[in-house]
């Protein structure tokens, strides 16, 4: 029960947030998990090497390829793919555990990502793109990060064509150009979801006790 009645049971959902690299999901992923308790990020596994500043079992597991190709094979991963020169896979079990006692999911994962996730759990997947302003927005913040080499600046540039290409796939679009703007448009996106019937699975039988006493 809360102040103004009861709580209604729940599932909870998966957020998946893709983008080309460079458009500013990370910071907003970061905002949204900050501000919502009941939101938590999905923590990828990788063969990419850590950048610095990365932190293991907390930006994502690094794993080498073999460990990788073993949590693929034991039907640990609900998806993976191979994005850039590396593997990305989204390990199963805390996926499940957190929609089963009603708590959400933050995916921040590309096109492929996405795709596998609707097609396993269609009715839990609420899937965002997050666009860049403008292809010179997009050149500028990868080149601010400078973590990464002139080479692979270049190739994210190009791969975020295709990446780009994917965007009506998604069931809302929101071009970044103003991070608090983005920021409540993906909360109020969050909301909206929460509150869709399907997910509430308490709503049948607290309407069948209301029933019973009108
Ligand atoms: P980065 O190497 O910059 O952290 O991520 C590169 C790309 O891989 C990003 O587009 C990111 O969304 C995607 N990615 C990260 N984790 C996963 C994952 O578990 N699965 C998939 N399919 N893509 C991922």
């Known amino acids: 029960m809360t102040a103004h009645g009861p709580t209604i049971e729940r599932r909870g959902l998966l957020l ?38 990365e932190i293991n079992g907390r930006d994502y597991h690094f794993v080498d390829e073999a460990g990788f190709k073993r949590m693929a094979e034991a039907g640990d991963l ?13 390990p199963r079990a805390p996926v499940e555990t957190a929609i089963a006692k009603g708590s959400d999911i933050l995916f921040d994962i590309d096109w492929q990502g996405a795709q596998q996730l609707s097609e396993k759990m269609k009715h839990d997947v609420v899937r965002v793109f997050i666009l860049p302003p403008s292809v010179e927005a997009l050149a500028e913040r990868l080149k601010a990060r400078a973590q990464d080499s002139d080479d692979v600046v270049r190739a994210r540039m190009q791969k ?15 071009v970044n150009t103003n991070l608090d703007a983005s920021a409540a448009g993906l909360r109020a996106i969050l909301a909206a979801e929460r509150l869709k ?15 019973k006493t009108l």
């Open 78 to 90: 609900l998806e993976w793919a191979r994005v850039f020169d590396n593997f990305y896979g989204t």
């Open 160 to 174: 975020a064509s295709a990446e780009i290409s994917h965007w009506p796939e998604y069931d809302y679009v929101i």
């Open 197 to 211: 019937r399907e997910r509430l699975d308490g709503l049948t039988g607290f309407v069948r006790e209301m029933q």
């Open 16 to 53: 998946v947030l893709s983008s080309p690299s460079g458009a500013g999901k990370t910071t907003l992923a970061r905002r949204l998990i900050e501000e919502d308790a009941e939101l938590s990020m999905s923590i990828s596994a990788t063969t990419r090497p850590p950048r610095p500043g």
